[in-house]
């Protein structure tokens, strides 16, 4: 114990939990933290965030000064190894606009010149996307959890707001996310105590808020999983596990191993002195130290495996450093390789009870992936020119975000889509790196020498970029499936990608581009590009904002879900998704808070039922 090779894991356990990143990594903190022995298998290879984050090396230190590559889309320091938007030795297929009918392997692409219909970003380490995300951590609110009730689109989740309200401050409280609460409609606020005060707004920030008041749209801080401060070890241990004196100590151990930001350098590379939330760092230490915990790397799960009455008996798996098949098994399975990866799982698990798929009886496995409407607007903004040197590095994201505010207007069908936004935002001067002078020779008029200095000087900070995050409504035009030639380096069948952005997307997306050209006009700034009025030239290509979620779809019915609300299969009564997959509508709160809220919530359930002998 802990990490494993094939041959030394036990002849069985009680859970096998596929994927270490969010799902994975909270399945497992509550799974073992009750008690279950637990192994987790994941594709990726073993990563240690303490040695492997180079924090402090500066970007001449890096090749191409840390530029971004194929390889290395978000450049040479960020934390992803061996992922991207493509893994080697693992295909998948796509559409291509720019290469003619057909299917075609998807490549190693610019995000904004791609003819792709879908991008899929896909992590291969221990804590998958955890290790780089942006941290960005906000709830969903009471009208996300029932969208159909209210405009008579999509679908509603089985779950009320306040089914998950308990687990959103639950892991709040566990990772540590600094925000405020501020009573705004469907931005629900935390409980008292739960968050972390947020650290001060850059000069640009407080720019932006003073004239978006102007406008009527509320600039208020982030909600970000990021340390202010150091954690309570001693209550918020107890809080979480109130009659689990092991859990908690465990709990406080590595909560006190965790130290506040210093607010110096980029999350995206990881934090070696766990300030911020990472799988590897947060859930997994506490898991491991409960000793329930087995964790096997290079470990690439092909299907689940059945007995004859349909229940699960384990997975099926390539140890990738051997090649070799092997098999594990449990008596309970949970998916949480990421939506499309656990639904690829269920679609290959193919037998002659489930010649659909596993857990497949109601054909919805696969079925509605979303990802959210994203797209973007730079602007050059005069009042921040020469400003004095200071620190504006801070949390390496936004400090202060515009959540959705036009709630009111839509409901009184003043605007012609459906669903919001909230708005991503950032400018200043953080620690120059590649592409952070892209903008400037618009400005400089081919200045050199000591005017370019000067010019330097007087722009470096003036540019800000405005990014709207927007609610997708699924369609029946947008899924994976299987595709019936191609298989990846290890003979497992690759997923092919349908995807659509509707007209709902495409009038959004245009309205986030009119807003942003009036919030950097109202600043007295210039737009950098012309706004688009038509939004599909605006929208990121579906899968770009890497927010998949969808494709095991939870609901009340089984014949129109595969999902109970326990994230548990109506077909298969021991197996669960934990990942992003059982959402049945992506609100415009980016996922990852949510994923783990009802990671949680499922996990609680299990664990109950195993205690019942119901699984
Ligand atoms: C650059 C970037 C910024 C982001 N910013 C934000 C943000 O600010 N806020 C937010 O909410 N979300 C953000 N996200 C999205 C966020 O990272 C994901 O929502 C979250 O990580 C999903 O958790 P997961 O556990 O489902 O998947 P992952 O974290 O991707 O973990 C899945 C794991 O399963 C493993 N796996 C896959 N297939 C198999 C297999 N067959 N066998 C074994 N193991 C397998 C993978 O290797 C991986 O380690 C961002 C993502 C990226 C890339
Ligand atoms: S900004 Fe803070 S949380 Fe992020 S990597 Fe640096 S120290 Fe860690």
Known sequence: ????????????????????????????????????????????????????????????????????????????????????????KEPYMVKNSQRGPGWYEATDIDLWSTGQNFMWWRPRMLGGRTNHWARFSFR????????????????????????LAPYYDKVEALIGVFGTNEGLENTPDSSPGILLPPPRPRANELLAKKFCAKLGIPVIPSHVAVLSQPQDAINIPARLHPDNPAAARALADNMRTRLACFW??????????????????????????SGNLDIITDAMVRE?????????????????????????????VVLAASGCESARILLNSKTAQFPNGLANRSGKVGRYLMDTVGAGLRGQIPMLENCPPYN?????????????????????????????????????????????FDDLENFTGGSYGKKFKEDVRRYYGSFMGFAGRGEMIPNEDTYCEIDPDKKDAWGIPVLRFHFKWSEHEIRQAAHMQK????????????VLSPPQSDGSKAIAPGGGIIHEVGTTCMGGDPRTSVLNQYCQSWDVKNLFVTDGGPFVSNADKNPTLTIMANAWRACDYLAGEMKKGNL
Request: proline share 8%; aromatic share 10%.
């Open 140 to 163: 969903m609110g009471p009208y996300d959890f029932k969208p159909k009730s209210r405009d008579g689109l999509g679908m509603d989740w089985p779950i009320t707001y306040e089914d």
């Open 304 to 332: 689940v495996t059945i007995d004859e009455k349909g229940r699960a008996t384990g997975v099926r798996y390539i140890d990738k450093a051997s090649g070799k098949e092997c098999h594990a098994s449990a008596r309970v």
């Open 392 to 436: 504006e590095d801070g949390a390496s994201v936004m400090h202060m975000y515009m959540p959705w505010w036009l709630y009111r207007d839509q409901h009184a069908g003043r605007l012609d889509f459906p669903r919001g936004y909230h708005i991503e935002f950032g400018g200043g001067r953080s620690m120059p790196e590649a592409g952070t």
């Open 264 to 289: 110096a350098t980029s999350c995206g590379r990881g934090c070696a002195i766990k300030a911020n939330y990472q799988s590897t760092t947060v859930h997994l230490p506490p898991a491991l130290a």
């Open 1 to 88: 114990m802990p990490f494993v090779t094939s041959s030394k894991a036990r002849p069985a356990y009680d859970v096998i939990i596929v994927g270490s990143g969010a799902a994975g990594g909270q399945s497992a903190y509550v799974l073992t933290a009750a008690g279950a022995r637990v192994l987790m298998l994941e594709a990726g290879r073993n990563y240690d965030p303490i040695s492997e984050t180079p924090m402090f090396n500066p970007p001449m230190q890096a090749p191409l000064r840390g530029a971004g590559t194929p390889d290395k889309p978000f450049g040479f320091y960020d934390a992803t190894v061996n992922g991207g938007w493509t893994v080697p």
């Open 515 to 526: 807003t942003f050209a009036g919030i950097i006009e109202a600043m007295g700034g210039k």
